[in-house]
């Protein structure tokens, strides 16, 4: 009987040990490197608090909230609010409303979902990028360093350095008439521009709007990503 007592306190303690790694969160994408008056899950978040897949992060206004996640950099700007997840082993960011700055030298460490587009870097050259949510169909999406791509279903097309485009998504026919064919796309004898063979996703255009990068991302997007 007493060896049966044994047998099961020592069950119950392999049990109560083994617990903590059963109930250990696997999705860790990332830690908070700065804030101000920003919140992880509605809570506080301190420097250093660590960002798991699904955890929605947000500003007050005149806020800021910065988040190292492996080869990338992400800032939300005051007034924002974005969710983390894992996509396939690389962290993505959903900007949900407000603005988000990110850095990066490597094409496949970052992505920016924001609305329908998905926005990334082209290259494993350093990459600076700012995306602002402006309405229900509305973007701004501004290179300083590197190029960026956006796609919207099908639909894909390059942000070159050192340029911004508002974005509408799914426009009216008479936008997406408006716009360029896709590179490489022509026609001959018609003096016109060749209709798209698909219905454009979004339209863009271009714009002369000042947008300020935080300081942080630039500097971020010149260091190799084998730093901390």
Same mark, same amino acid.
């Given at each position: 009987m007493?060896r049966s007592?044994e047998i099961i306190a020592?069950?119950l303690?392999s049990?109560l040990?083994? &617990?903590?790694?059963?109930? @250990?969160? $696997?999705g860790?994408?990332g &830690?908070v490197?700065?804030s101000?008056?920003?919140?992880v899950g509605?809570?506080g978040?301190?420097? =250093?608090? &660590? %960002?798991?897949?699904?955890? &929605?992060?947000? $500003?007050?206004?005149?806020g !800021?909230v910065q988040l190292?996640? =492996?080869?990338? #950099?992400?800032?939300l700007a005051?007034? !924002? *609010?974005?969710?983390?997840?894992?996509? =396939?082993g690389?962290p $993505?960011?959903?900007?949900? #409303?407000?603005?988000?700055?990110f850095?990066? /030298?490597?094409?496949?460490?970052?992505?920016?979902? *924001?609305l329908t587009?998905? %926005?990334?870097?082209?290259s494993?050259e350093p990459?600076?990028?700012?995306?602002t949510?402006?309405?229900?169909?509305?973007l701004?999406? /501004?290179c300083t360093r590197?190029?960026?791509? %956006?796609?919207v279903g099908d639909? !894909?097309?390059v942000?070159?350095?050192g340029? @911004?485009?508002? %974005?509408?998504?799914?426009?009216?026919?008479?936008?997406?008439q408006?716009q360029?064919?896709?590179?490489? @796309?022509g026609?001959? =004898?018609?003096g #016109?521009p060749p209709?798209?063979?698909a219905?454009?996703r979004?339209v863009w255009y271009a714009?002369?709007?000042v947008v300020l990068? $935080?300081?942080?991302a630039?500097?971020?997007?010149?260091?190799?990503?084998?730093?901390?």
């Amino acid at each position: 009987m007493a060896r049966s007592r044994e047998i099961i306190a020592g069950i119950l303690a392999s049990c109560l040990l083994m &617990t903590p790694v059963w109930g @250990a969160s $696997t999705g860790a994408l990332g &830690t908070v490197v700065s804030s101000d008056r920003a919140s992880v899950g509605g809570t506080g978040a301190a420097v =250093g608090t &660590t %960002i798991f897949s699904g955890d &929605t992060v947000s $500003t007050a206004d005149l806020g !800021s909230v910065q988040l190292r996640t =492996g080869n990338a #950099r992400f800032q939300l700007a005051a007034s !924002s *609010a974005a969710t983390v997840a894992d996509d =396939g082993g690389m962290p $993505t960011v959903t900007l949900l #409303r407000g603005s988000g700055t990110f850095s990066t /030298a490597s094409a496949k460490a970052f992505a920016l979902n *924001a609305l329908t587009a998905v %926005i990334k870097p082209t290259s494993d050259e350093p990459t600076v990028g700012q995306v602002t949510v402006l309405g229900e169909k509305e973007l701004l999406v /501004a290179c300083t360093r590197g190029a960026l791509s %956006i796609t919207v279903g099908d639909d !894909s097309r390059v942000i070159p350095e050192g340029s @911004a485009y508002r %974005i509408v998504l799914d426009p009216s026919a008479e936008e997406a008439q408006d716009q360029p064919p896709p590179q490489g @796309a022509g026609s001959k =004898g018609t003096g #016109r521009p060749p209709l798209m063979a698909a219905r454009s996703r979004f339209v863009w255009y271009a714009t002369a709007a000042v947008v300020l990068l $935080t300081v942080f991302a630039i500097h971020k997007a010149l260091e190799s990503p084998d730093r901390p």
